[in-house]
Every structure is written in structure tokens, then in C-alpha cells.
């Protein structure tokens, strides 16, 4: 029998961090609120059970996901209007941050409801706790767009960000994702792969990313789990910028020739090598050839 005082509060939404992997990591707060909340809104109810099934909970779970957000969240008013608690949990990390919630909680706070955060795991905390980067600040983006105009363009407005930029990224679009940010980048820019995170394949490479894509390729597990990518704060000075025009020329030019004539025209308009470009575009034709695991 779980001794403990604590009782989830009535008309009270608690949005409750849970495990990205290692289910030990769930804190004890957020076990209080599970264990006594009346309803658990759950993305995945099937996700979810598994986590309460494995700490003896016996919660009444319904589904609230980015599909019924909105019906989700008139039918959690109601409850905590009628004086029912609710905790709010996503399949694994903080809810409302690159996961459902986020107009769930809106829409709670808008009829004057009161909304309690329960504090825990985040992927994004986690991966930049262990990259051993110094800096004071960081951008988050989340997943980048599925699409590679769009995801190149999202790339190039943090080309020049001075402060670690964070990914979210799935296992089946690592590589093209990758070879986006090498041809829009340069291979100089680092980057840092977070994969896996407290799972028992975890693991966390740095290198640049003229290397990374045969990093990936090195092992076909290196491409599987969810990532995190880091990447790195822009260097600073000119010959950095003109060393990424070159490359955004570069990446243009290939979309109609060959390799060898894209990269002779691109050194003829921007004054960069021609071997250099050349070597670049040999690399990216390699990313865009390789295949999915």
C-alpha cells in the first residue's frame, strides 16, 4: 500500500513529465499525481498503461492527442469544473513541448481553470546536459519540415544562430535530414547525435558534418531510435559565410548538373576552391544516394 499524504487537488490540471526511455526517471511528484489523479489524459492510453501498469497504478486513462485536442480538452473542463482532477501525460518526456498538449493546457488556463506543471524529463535537457557544450543560451526548434525545400530553408535561418540549435528527429529520416544540414552547412560545421536517450542503445557522437553521414553509415543501428541533434553554434568571420554561400551556390547548381560542372560553375561565381566544392558535392551525392535502414 502506497503510504502518502499527498491527493491530487480537485479542479486541478496537472501536466506531468514522464520517462523518455528509462522508466526509473519518472519522479516521485509526478507518481503522487498519477497515483491520485480522478483521470489521466493520455496521448497513447496503450503507452501510457504500461507506465502505470509498471508502478501498480490503477488510473482511469483517456485519450487526449493532437487528433482530438480539441473535443479532449471541452470534455477535461467539464471534469474539472465538476471537481475531478486530471493529469496530463504524453508517451514520454514533458507534454506541450513537441508533443501534444500545448492547446489542451490553452484552452484549460482560457476557462479560468487552474493548471499545475509536475516537472521531469525532456530530451532536449538531457542531450545538452551530456555535449559538454558552453553556452548560456540555446534554440530549440523541434522536428524540422518533412520536406526538404522546407526543411533546407528552416536550416539556412539558423546558418548564422551563436548558440547550440536543437532537433528533434525520427530514425527513417535521419540521413536525409542530415545530408540537408551538410549541403546547406558546409562539412566544417559540428554537429552532436543524441540517440536513444536513457535506452539501452544509447548513444551520444559528435563530429562534423562532412563526417557524420559516414558515421551513420558505419553501423546500421547508428540510423535507428530518436534522436536529438545538436547542432552547434555558428563560427564566427567572413570566411565562414563566403565558405556557406558557396555551398548554398553549390546545393542550387547540383539540382540541374552533374557534379563536376555544378562545382566548377559555383567556384567560378563565389571564388571558392574547385576541388573543395568538388569534394562537397561528391558528398552530398553520397547522402542523397544512401539507403534507408
Same mark, same amino acid.
Given at each position: 500500500?502506497?503510504?502518502?499524504?499527498?491527493?491530487?487537488?480537485?479542479?486541478?490540471?496537472?501536466?506531468?513529465?514522464?520517462?523518455?526511455?528509462?522508466?526509473?526517471?519518472?519522479?516521485?511528484?509526478?507518481?503522487?499525481?498519477?497515483?491520485?489523479?480522478?483521470?489521466?489524459?493520455?496521448?497513447?492510453?496503450?503507452?501510457?498503461?504500461?507506465?502505470?501498469?509498471?508502478?501498480?497504478?490503477?488510473?482511469?486513462?483517456?485519450?487526449?492527442?493532437?487528433?482530438?485536442?480539441?473535443?479532449?480538452?471541452?470534455?477535461?473542463?467539464?471534469?474539472?469544473?465538476?471537481?475531478?482532477?486530471?493529469?496530463?501525460?504524453?508517451?514520454?518526456?514533458?507534454?506541450?513541448?513537441? #508533443?501534444?498538449? $500545448?492547446? =489542451?493546457?490553452? !484552452?484549460? *488556463?482560457?476557462?479560468?481553470? &487552474?493548471?499545475?506543471?509536475?516537472?521531469?524529463? @525532456?530530451?532536449?535537457?538531457?542531450?545538452?546536459?551530456?555535449?559538454?557544450?558552453?553556452?548560456?543560451?540555446?534554440?530549440?526548434?523541434?522536428?524540422?519540415?518533412?520536406?526538404?525545400?522546407?526543411?533546407?530553408?528552416?536550416?539556412?535561418?539558423?546558418?548564422?544562430?551563436?548558440?547550440?540549435?536543437?532537433?528533434?528527429?525520427?530514425?527513417?529520416?535521419?540521413?536525409?535530414?542530415?545530408? #540537408?544540414?551538410? $549541403?546547406? =552547412?558546409?562539412? !566544417?560545421? *559540428?554537429?552532436?547525435?543524441? &540517440?536513444?536517450?536513457?535506452?539501452?542503445?544509447? @548513444?551520444?557522437?559528435?563530429?562534423?558534418?562532412?563526417?557524420?553521414?559516414?558515421?551513420?553509415?558505419?553501423?546500421?543501428?547508428?540510423?535507428?531510435?530518436?534522436?536529438?541533434?545538436?547542432?552547434?553554434?555558428?563560427?564566427?568571420?567572413?570566411?565562414?559565410?563566403?565558405?556557406?554561400?558557396?555551398?548554398?551556390?553549390?546545393?542550387?547548381?547540383?539540382?540541374?548538373?552533374?557534379?563536376?560542372?555544378?562545382?566548377?560553375?559555383?567556384?567560378?561565381?563565389?571564388?571558392?576552391?574547385?576541388?573543395?566544392?568538388?569534394?562537397?558535392?561528391?558528398?552530398?551525392?553520397?547522402?542523397?544516394?544512401?539507403?534507408?535502414?
Amino acid at each position: 500500500m502506497h503510504a502518502n499524504p499527498f491527493v491530487a487537488e480537485a479542479s486541478t490540471l496537472y501536466v506531468v513529465a514522464t520517462p523518455i526511455g528509462n522508466l526509473r526517471d519518472v519522479t516521485l511528484r509526478a507518481l503522487d499525481v498519477l497515483r491520485t489523479a480522478n483521470i489521466v489524459a493520455a496521448e497513447d492510453t496503450r503507452h501510457t498503461r504500461r507506465l502505470l501498469d509498471h508502478y501498480g497504478i490503477a488510473a482511469k486513462l483517456v485519450a487526449a492527442h493532437e487528433h482530438n485536442e480539441r473535443a479532449a480538452a471541452a470534455r477535461v473542463i467539464e471534469w474539472l469544473r465538476a471537481g475531478q482532477s486530471v493529469a496530463l501525460v504524453t508517451d514520454a518526456g514533458t507534454p506541450a513541448v513537441s #508533443d501534444p498538449g $500545448a492547446g =489542451l493546457v490553452r !484552452e484549460v *488556463r482560457s476557462a479560468g481553470c &487552474r493548471v499545475v506543471p509536475i516537472p521531469g524529463p @525532456s530530451a532536449l535537457v538531457t542531450a545538452l546536459s551530456a555535449a559538454g557544450i558552453e553556452s548560456t543560451a540555446f534554440l530549440f526548434r523541434g522536428f524540422l519540415p518533412a520536406k526538404s525545400e522546407s526543411r533546407r530553408e528552416a536550416i539556412e535561418a539558423h546558418a548564422n544562430v551563436d548558440a547550440p540549435v536543437l532537433y528533434y528527429e525520427a530514425p527513417h529520416r535521419v540521413r536525409e535530414t542530415l545530408a #540537408d544540414l551538410l $549541403a546547406v =552547412l558546409g562539412p !566544417e560545421r *559540428r554537429i552532436t547525435l543524441a &540517440r536513444e536517450l536513457t535506452k539501452v542503445f544509447e @548513444s551520444i557522437h559528435e563530429c562534423t558534418l562532412g563526417e557524420v553521414i559516414g558515421w551513420i553509415e558505419a553501423d546500421p543501428n547508428h540510423a535507428r531510435g530518436e534522436f536529438v541533434l545538436i547542432l552547434h553554434a555558428a563560427p564566427l568571420g567572413d570566411a565562414d559565410a563566403k565558405a556557406r554561400e558557396a555551398l548554398r551556390v553549390l546545393d542550387v547548381l547540383m539540382r540541374e548538373l552533374p557534379a563536376s560542372q555544378a562545382a566548377k560553375l559555383a567556384a567560378q561565381i563565389t571564388g571558392a576552391r574547385r576541388n573543395d566544392l568538388y569534394e562537397a558535392a561528391l558528398r552530398l551525392t553520397q547522402a542523397a544516394r544512401s539507403p534507408e535502414t
